[in-house]
């Protein structure tokens, strides 16, 4: 999937701003789990080949692998593990109304809304020839915290409905202890590492309900009080 990265070199500073354009074919679309995995890639990149100090260490962008921190590290070409652990479905948004479309005959259920959860994880070697003891995998995660503290919206845009979707990329708040979790279901040992999330993509649905709206009613008033509808037309 291609992704317009044209924004970017409008920002200030080219981060202080960072819109992404994605092709509206994965607006609301299946798709658009996969997509939004290869923009957080293209993210980290475009930010961390262009780096003085640690754009040596990523010769291409499959040195960044959507594969759990424990595979990654069996190749030693890897240098960031970006991987989904989970998804779930957000509950502020959930329970939306059925959404009427050009057809006014016809109702779709509301879209699916998500939040992805990605655990980060630098994969680099400690840099033995550097006085000062810095480890690279601070430099690479730090340079992460900065692109997805700069670059915290992505906007998906559907060109044909004029619409737009705005998508949030928030650090997630994990204990020590929630972490390490994590680590266990892997049986490998904690390393240091970062979760962050993504609100709230949707995947629409294609289930259509035929509807039919009242416009005439005929009710008939008993003795007992009670109401009850008898005839009615509709469109």
Not at 68 to 88: D, G, K, V
Not at 113 to 126: E, F
Request: glycine fraction near 2%.
């Amino acid at each position: 999937m291609q992704i317009d990265l044209s924004k970017r070199n409008q920002a200030k500073n080219k981060l202080d701003l960072f819109l992404i354009e994605m092709k509206v074919f994965i607006m609301s679309n299946y798709k658009v789990i996969a997509a939004i995995g290869d923009t957080l890639r293209d993210m980290l990149w475009e930010a961390l080949r262009t780096d003085s100090e640690i754009g040596q260490l990523f010769q291409s962008k499959q040195d960044i692998v959507f594969r759990n921190p424990a595979e990654a590290m069996h190749n030693t070409s890897n240098r960031l593990s970006l991987w989904l652990y989970q998804i779930n479905e957000n509950e502020f948004v959930k329970n939306q109304p059925p959404i009427r479309g050009k057809d006014p005959k016809l109702l779709k259920r509301a879209p699916l809304a998500l939040t992805l959860s990605y655990l980060i994880t630098p994969l680099a070697t400690l840099l033995s020839a550097d006085s000062t003891g810095r480890d690279e995998d601070h430099l690479i995660i730090g340079k992460v915290m900065q692109v997805f503290h700069d670059c915290s919206t992505l906007i998906v845009r559907d060109t044909i409905n004029q619409s737009a979707e705005e998508l949030r990329i928030n650090l997630k708040r994990l204990t020590l202890e929630e972490l390490t979790r994590v680590w266990d279901a892997l049986r490998e040992p904690y390393r240091l590492s970062l979760c962050y999330q993504v609100q709230v993509p949707t995947i629409d649905s294609n289930t259509e309900i035929v509807t039919s709206r009242v416009v005439e009613c005929d009710l008939d008033y008993r003795d007992n009080g009670s109401t009850s509808v008898v005839d009615q037309d509709v469109l």
